[in-house]
């Protein structure tokens, strides 16, 4: 039952990993009106699918290693805890990996939408990790 845990926390991590992506780009990446920019006004359902073949690769090298070494030494709960600050941490680095500083103070955008949208992921995913442990 653990392996398919697993499994089934990858294809939601991946899941709710695009969708922010793609939230944040529709939020704050719309406001950039350059083709300097490659969000998805110019790439269009690329910029989707990068953002799932990303997140798709993320969970098997870094999130899943964590949360498992987490978890062996801290109890669930603070496993969980440090998962969805973590997430919300991502969405900010997230943030400024992909909009150059220039865009950002150009078109002000705002970082705190990444952070929301990150932790909103981020606390689906730590409600499925408890379903699924509900269940096992």
Known sequence: ??????IMLWFVSTILFTLA??????LEGNKISTTEYYGFQNIGFVFIFLAFLFSAVLYPIIIFPFSWVVQMIANPLISRIMILL???????VFFYKAYD???IQEYHLNSSIAIILFGIAGSIYVL???YLDQRS
Do not use: P
């Not at 039952?1 to 697993?6: E, F, I, N």
């Not at 992506?21 to 529709?26: A, D, M, T, V, Y």
């Open 128 to 130: 499925v990790d408890y």
């Open 1 to 6: 039952m653990r392996v398919v845990k697993h």
């Open 101 to 103: 500083e220039r865009f």
């Open 21 to 26: 992506s793609f939230g944040l780009e529709l």
């Open 86 to 92: 973590l997430s919300g941490i991502g969405g900010y």
